[in-house]
């Protein structure tokens, strides 16, 4: 079925043969550090703070510390393992759930600030809003809004299990999805504006456009892209189930993991423009660099491409890369496979991220979940 799928897709033109091209007329990027972690990190993303820091979650409930050089700062354990991936807020805060059902807030001298208790799994990763506010879903079936003291400022609940990570839109509006199929979008009070049904659960991040537009993928294998007030824009089935989180660049157009085909990029009007990487399993998010999209893929290849699947650069690690991939503003790129988290340099020019609203998982490498200012 894979086979028959990759050759349609090629007949359609929309996969471009270039994947198959001589491994080694590819340049390789650099590896300037590397850190093995006594446990593997699955899910949770690298996180970089406005110092360098690098925070990284796993799946023993240890979150650490690395300096920007790849030492080790601090270690910080928590009760459980950790899937959800850190946000940083302006005050330095580093906040994540645990699977001991509890949302940690750390200083970033790796000391206890508070906890917050609910009664089952956080693998939603929190969004922390411009007031302070922090967000975030749990297994419990409820969506939840803190004070950046720990305090509950309200709580929703939708009556299904919420791993989405919310995003956070410049106007306060908060959106995330549930194992009910809905995307929900409340107002930064807590009250629903509406919800927008799909056939298949939605345990993606949204992503926001510079228009407000909202974007998500569901397992019945579709990416949506709704307008602010929740109507449709449009729908594309992604030839195949996938739980990845969409990105956005400056045009609006949405590039996302396509379950066992690859990265798509889409246009404004839903319509797929090309697809890249190789045929497998991909649900890590994308990171956009002025024309350019960095992905990774399970078979241990971190890779650049542009239009028409021109591959720029690879880099072969030595596991299987387990979460979502983190761009600095130097242009050093963030992967975690298994055991061993990365710094990675790729070749010609340090690029930053695309300036988009949002160019990578949960909007920035703070992972903040929110559009930030004007774009």
Not at 317 to 333: A, F, P, W, Y
Request: charged share 15%; net charge neutral.
């Amino acid at each position: 079925m894979l086979i028959r799928t990759v050759f349609l897709l090629l007949a359609m033109g929309l996969v471009c043969p270039d994947w198959t091209i001589a491994e080694d007329s590819i340049p390789v990027a650099t590896n300037l550090w590397v850190v093995t972690l006594p446990f593997p990190a699955y899910g949770s993303a690298p996180t970089l703070a406005d110092d360098g820091t690098i925070y990284q979650g796993t799946f023993n409930g240890t979150l650490f510390a690395i300096t920007p050089n790849g030492e080790t700062a601090w270690k910080f354990k928590a009760g459980r393992e950790i899937k959800s991936t850190p946000a940083v807020a302006d005050d330095g805060t580093i906040y994540f759930g645990c699977r001991d059902g509890k949302l940690y807030a750390v200083t970033p001298a790796g000391k206890l600030k508070w906890t917050f208790a609910t009664s089952a799994w956080i693998d939603s990763s929190p969004a922390i809003a411009v007031d302070g506010t922090i967000y975030f879903g749990g297994w419990d079936h409820v969506f939840y809004a803190l004070n950046s003291d720990g305090s509950l400022k309200w709580k929703f609940d939708v009556g299904a299990i919420i791993e989405s990570s919310p995003a956070i839109a410049a106007d306060g509006t908060i959106y995330f999805g549930g194992h009910d199929k809905n995307l929900y979008a409340l107002n930064p009070a807590g009250k629903k504006l509406w919800t927008f049904p799909t056939k298949g659960k939605v345990t993606s991040s949204p992503a926001i456009g510079s228009d407000g537009m909202v974007v998500f993928s569901s397992t019945d294998g579709n990416i949506y892209c709704l307008n602010a007030n929740g109507s449709e824009r449009w729908h594309n089935h992604s030839l195949g189930m996938t739980e990845a989180s969409p990105v956005v660049d400056e045009s609006n157009f949405v590039y996302s993991a396509a379950g066992y085909v690859a990265v798509w990029c889409y246009g404004t009007n839903g319509t797929g423009l090309w697809g890249t990487g190789s045929p497998v399993l991909m649900e890590g998010t994308p990171v956009l660099v002025a024309g350019k999209v960095y992905m990774s893929t399970p078979w241990h290849m971190l890779q650049a491409a542009t239009a028409g699947d021109r591959r720029l650069w690879k880099a072969d690690l030595k596991d299987n890369i387990t979460s979502s991939i983190t761009l600095g503003q130097d242009g050093t790129i963030y992967a975690v496979a298994e055991r061993t988290l990365y710094a990675i340099r790729p070749p010609g020019p340090a690029l930053p991220p695309a300036k988009s609203s949002w160019p990578m998982f949960h909007a920035n490498a703070r992972h903040t979940g929110r559009v930030e200012g004007k774009l």
